[in-house]
């Protein structure tokens, strides 16, 4: 397996990263799933079915961190599943698409971990998925100070999933994580959740943390 060294950009900002990464996706002729770097829309959906399966749902609000173009929320409508939807990105083109959807939703284009707008305890579940994919150089800062962010806005649920390290098909642009890991970091923080469950199998690349506050 390769060793996942530092990106090229590596000087450069977060959001420079992740711009670099979306900006030619967004500009390319892809469905959402390929403008979001995921695989197939199957993947897409058995991510989202990893936290919808785990998580009661129905009537809640929720904080889409990353939510990309919204379709975290057009599969939970696909499902029936009835919800107070907030999605957030940094990349204002992610926003402005979401919002050309016309989707009933709110969607803001701001960094919550550099101003962050909501209040302590503002939504019942609190959901990010790939934010932690990309090599950014200090992933594991990263995810440490979105775990503190995310605990002060949930109510119940924190739920992310994460790159596995055992994937047969890393790459360097990437960031991976063990379970065992993610578990350590979570326990050394001072935002304990009562349960931590972790999902695999689903995919062979990618694992789900639910955190029950």
Not at 16 to 39: C, H, N, Q, T, V
Not at 46 to 52: E, K, P
Request: aromatic share 12%.
């Amino acid at each position: 397996m390769k060793t996942i060294m530092n990106p090229p950009g590596v000087h450069m900002s977060k959001t420079e990263i992740i711009r670099s990464y979306y900006d030619p996706k967004l500009d390319a002729d892809l469905p959402d799933f390929g403008k979001l770097g995921w695989e197939s829309a199957e993947a897409q959906e058995l991510r989202f079915a990893a936290f919808v399966d785990n998580a009661d749902l129905e009537g809640k609000s929720i904080l889409d961190v990353g939510c990309g173009l919204g379709n975290l929320l057009e599969y939970l409508t696909a499902r029936n599943i009835n919800t107070r939807y907030t999605g957030v990105d940094i990349l204002p083109r992610m926003i402005d698409c979401a919002r050309d959807k016309k989707i009933c939703a709110e969607f803001h284009c701001v960094d919550i971990f550099r101003e962050n707008p909501f209040g302590e305890k503002s939504f019942d579940a609190v959901y990010a998925s790939g934010i932690f994919n990309l090599n950014l150089g200090n992933n594991h800062d990263f995810f440490l100070e979105a775990l503190c962010r995310f605990s002060h806005i949930a109510r119940e649920v924190i739920a992310f999933n994460l790159l596995d390290h055992r994937s047969p098909n890393k790459e360097n642009e990437y960031f991976y994580f063990s379970a065992s890991e993610i578990v350590d970091l979570i326990e050394s923080t001072s935002c304990k959740p009562k349960k931590v469950q972790i999902i695999e199998q689903y995919l062979q690349n990618d694992f789900t943390v639910i955190c029950k506050l």
